[in-house]
C-alpha cells in the first residue's frame, strides 16, 4: 500500500499515521520529521532547511525530494505513507517519476478536511502541550497562506489521477479513524 496523506498543517496527518502504521504495517515517512531530526543534529541540510521552516516557508523542492528519494529507495517492496509531502506540483511529479521507475503508482491520497479555525486552534493546542516554538500566530497564519498557495491545488492534480480520497477530519480521533479505515479497505 502506497499512500498519501494529506490536509492543512493541524489536520491530523501524524495521528491518522499512527493509526494505519498499526494496522497495516506500512512504513510512516515525514518530511517534517526528518527536517526537524537535521536541524536537531546540526547536519548541512538542517542548518539550509531551518532558515525557510522558521518562516513557515517551504523548504525548496530539491531538498525534499532527494530525501523522499532516498528514503523510497530504502524500502524495497514494503508500503508507505508520505505525511507533509509532496506540498508542490514539482514535488508530486517527482514522485511520480521515482514511483514510476520502481514500477509503482500511489494508491490512494487520504486528504484529510478540516476548516481553517479549527486547524488554528489545534496549532494553538499542540503548541502549549509541546512547548513547540515553532508555532507562533504569524507562523500558523503564513503556512495555512503557503498551504492554501502552494499545496491545496494537489487536490486537483490527485483528483486527476482518480486517487484522491476526502474525509471529514473533524471530530473525534478514533470516528475519523474509522472514516480513514473506511477507505482503506476498500482499495
Ligand atoms: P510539517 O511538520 O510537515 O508541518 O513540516 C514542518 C516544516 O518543514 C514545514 O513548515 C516546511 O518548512 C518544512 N517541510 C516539511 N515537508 C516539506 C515539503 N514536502 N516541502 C517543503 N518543505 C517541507
Redesign the pocket.
Given at each position: 500500500m502506497r499512500l498519501i496523506l494529506f490536509g492543512p498543517?493541524g489536520a491530523g496527518?501524524?495521528t491518522q499515521a499512527d493509526f494505519i502504521r498499526e494496522k497495516y504495517g506500512v512504513e510512516h515517512i515525514?518530511?517534517?520529521?526528518?527536517?526537524?531530526e537535521a536541524v536537531k543534529n546540526g547536519t548541512e541540510v538542517g542548518l539550509y532547511?531551518k532558515s525557510?521552516?522558521d518562516?513557515?516557508?517551504?523548504?525548496?523542492?530539491e531538498?525534499?525530494t532527494e530525501i523522499?528519494r532516498q528514503k523510497i529507495s530504502t524500502l524495497g517492496e514494503a508500503g508507505f505513507m508520505l505525511?507533509?509531502?509532496?506540498?508542490?506540483l514539482e514535488?508530486a511529479k517527482c514522485l511520480e517519476d521515482i514511483l514510476t521507475g520502481a514500477g509503482a503508482a500511489i494508491d490512494a491520497v487520504i486528504f484529510l478536511e478540516v476548516p481553517d479555525q479549527e486547524v488554528i486552534q489545534r496549532i494553538i493546542r499542540r503548541q502549549k502541550i509541546e512547548g513547540r516554538q515553532?508555532d507562533t500566530e504569524d507562523l500558523i497564519k503564513n503556512?495555512l497562506r503557503?498551504y492554501k498557495d502552494q499545496t491545496s491545488p494537489l487536490k486537483d492534480f490527485y483528483e486527476g489521477t482518480g486517487v484522491l480520497h476526502a474525509v471529514e477530519g473533524v471530530g473525534e480521533i478514533s470516528d475519523i479513524a474509522v472514516r480513514v479505515e473506511g477507505v482503506l479497505k476498500n482499495l
Amino acid at each position: 500500500m502506497r499512500l498519501i496523506l494529506f490536509g492543512p498543517p493541524g489536520a491530523g496527518k501524524g495521528t491518522q499515521a499512527d493509526f494505519i502504521r498499526e494496522k497495516y504495517g506500512v512504513e510512516h515517512i515525514s518530511t517534517g520529521d526528518v527536517l526537524r531530526e537535521a536541524v536537531k543534529n546540526g547536519t548541512e541540510v538542517g542548518l539550509y532547511a531551518k532558515s525557510f521552516m522558521d518562516k513557515g516557508e517551504l523548504v525548496p523542492d530539491e531538498v525534499v525530494t532527494e530525501i523522499i528519494r532516498q528514503k523510497i529507495s530504502t524500502l524495497g517492496e514494503a508500503g508507505f505513507m508520505l505525511d507533509g509531502f509532496p506540498r508542490t506540483l514539482e514535488q508530486a511529479k517527482c514522485l511520480e517519476d521515482i514511483l514510476t521507475g520502481a514500477g509503482a503508482a500511489i494508491d490512494a491520497v487520504i486528504f484529510l478536511e478540516v476548516p481553517d479555525q479549527e486547524v488554528i486552534q489545534r496549532i494553538i493546542r499542540r503548541q502549549k502541550i509541546e512547548g513547540r516554538q515553532d508555532d507562533t500566530e504569524d507562523l500558523i497564519k503564513n503556512r495555512l497562506r503557503v498551504y492554501k498557495d502552494q499545496t491545496s491545488p494537489l487536490k486537483d492534480f490527485y483528483e486527476g489521477t482518480g486517487v484522491l480520497h476526502a474525509v471529514e477530519g473533524v471530530g473525534e480521533i478514533s470516528d475519523i479513524a474509522v472514516r480513514v479505515e473506511g477507505v482503506l479497505k476498500n482499495l
